[in-house]
């Protein structure tokens, strides 16, 4: 099993240039995510995607899109990049079970791309 | 608002050194309990998870936490540190199904 892989690992965007990064898992989650890692902030959520067909706003979801293509593949696009989307970039799945009242989510995470706006 | 405060944000050590890095969150009800390692260039890796019982969880590579829920602390401790667990830790509480909250994250530097 690869896990959750994603492409491209780097990439160097003019201003206004676009782009789409993608994430693919092949652990069979229904959950897919996408983070921006910044020094000194941690990761935060920029989209999730609860099952095949949805998605929904995470934290910082200002100047992306993103597409639930199928229960493996879930995209996240910049239509015009600026200098502060420059950051690395993380996609994560996971599956949600209850038990006992309570809810169990373990992501798991890909390699990361690192995007530079000039 | 919910938070996850981790409080160290550079950690030097010597190898053999004792290791506790501090986590607190702020939120009142039940949660599960990540701590994430990342080593440069590489991506999250799960060190451990606490979602209930025992509050002492063993995970990979030596490491343990322990879950005070009166503190609402998960602090990840390692009783001798080597040079190859240099990396940056990241702390995770998951609020809810697709809330995932993560800390600033702990830079560990291992002298040799």
């Known amino acids: 099993n690869a896990g959750v892989t994603q492409t491209p690992k780097f990439q160097v965007l003019k201003t206004g240039q676009s782009m789409t990064l993608q994430c693919a898992q092949d652990m069979n989650h229904n959950s897919m995510y996408w983070y921006r890692q910044d020094p000194g902030m941690g990761l935060r959520l920029i989209y999730y995607s609860a099952s095949e067909g949805t998605t929904d706003k995470g934290e910082v979801p200002n100047g992306y899109n993103v597409s639930r293509l199928n229960k493996r593949e879930f995209s996240l696009r910049l239509e015009s990049a600026a200098p502060s989307q420059t950051s690395v970039y993380f996609c994560?799945?996971?599956?949600?079970?209850?038990?006992?009242?309570?809810?169990?989510?373990?992501?798991?995470f890909g390699p990361g791309t690192r995007l530079t706006v000039l | 608002a919910q938070s996850v405060s981790q409080h160290n944000h550079h950690v030097i050590l010597s190898e053999a050194a004792s290791l506790e890095l501090g986590c607190n969150y702020s939120?009142?009800?039940?949660?599960?309990l990540f701590w994430y390692v990342q080593y440069p260039g590489q991506h999250l890796q799960l060190l451990l998870k606490y979602f209930s019982g025992d509050p002492l969880v063993k995970g990979i590579k030596g490491f343990e936490a322990e879950f005070i829920k009166s503190k609402f602390s998960f602090n990840l401790r390692k009783p001798s540190v080597q040079w190859s667990d240099t990396a940056e830790y990241f702390c995770?509480?998951?609020?809810?199904?697709?809330?995932?909250?993560f800390g600033a994250g702990t830079r560990l530097t291992v002298k040799p």
């Open positions: 995770a509480v998951n609020l809810g199904p697709n809330d995932m909250r």
């Open positions: 994560a799945s996971s599956e949600i079970w209850m038990g006992q009242g309570d809810t169990y989510n373990e992501q798991f």
């Open positions: 939120y009142g009800g039940t949660v599960n």
